[in-house]
């Protein structure tokens, strides 16, 4: 499937790319089974419209279940325009983001507009440490350094959305909470796996197990957490706290 969106975005060439590289967790630490495949896309200019078009049609053929096509992993691709970054200011600007989330969306017809992202200083932090080259230099020969202080602006400005998401999305909450701890103690950004273990011992009993419980349904080892909604509350609720 890599290969297949590799070729894909060569033959559209939107933006005129830079470098494609795979980033998230299959670059951090491996595909998990219901990992998304994540791509982050670096271009020289802003998409137009047909080409904006093009990159869309081509996912929505191909991207998770609800896939027209070939149904397969969920693909998030973030295309960023180097213009945009370089040199790096905040807040700042996604050029293109597709994801299985925005699919009835982009079915209507919305195409994805350039947008400032408060997630995107993690992202870029990230992808210059952990990252697959797929296509064109490694991304970190590109990207500048993200200072210290707007990594930590990113986490703060995304934890009370991420938490306004655990509802049905536990698993994903709880662990995204875990790596963000890991994330402000050490500076590392570790798959998500790897902070549950980091960060559960340190937690009281119900939440390490809530956490050990997520981790391992990440590995597809367990079923999923979510099935006591107060305590998984109360678990997010204490990483919460860890973050702020």
Do not use: F
């Amino acid at each position: 499937m890599v290969e297949e969106l590799v070729g894909l975005l060569r033959a559209l060439d939107p933006g005129g790319i830079e470098s494609v590289a795979l980033v998230g967790s299959g670059a951090a630490g491996g595909l998990r089974p219901d990992s998304d495949l994540d791509l982050l896309v670096l271009t020289r200019r802003s998409p137009d419209d047909a080409e904006r078009r093009a990159v869309v049609d081509r996912l929505l053929e191909v991207s998770g279940r609800r896939a027209t096509r070939t149904p397969g992993r969920p693909v998030e691709l973030l295309s960023v325009c180097l213009d945009d970054v370089v040199p790096w200011r905040c807040p700042a600007l996604a050029d293109l983001l597709y994801g299985e989330w925005l699919r009835d969306d982009h079915t209507a017809g919305d195409l994805p507009r350039p947008s400032y992202d408060a997630n995107l200083p993690v992202v870029v932090a990230s992808a210059r440490e952990h990252t697959v080259p797929l296509l064109g230099p490694h991304p970190a020969t590109l990207l500048p350094q993200v200072p210290a202080n707007d990594v930590r602006r990113s986490l703060r400005e995304t934890l009370d959305p991420l938490l306004a998401d655990l509802a049905g999305d536990e698993r994903n909450v709880l662990l995204t909470l875990a790596r963000t701890v890991v994330t402000l103690g050490s500076g590392r950004v570790v798959a998500k796996d790897e902070a549950g273990r980091l960060v559960a011992p340190s937690l009281p009993d119900a939440a390490r197990e809530d956490l050990d419980t997520a981790a391992a349904a990440y590995l597809g080892e367990v079923v999923d957490v979510g099935d006591d909604p107060a305590r998984t509350a109360t678990t997010a609720a204490l990483l919460a706290g860890r973050v702020r």
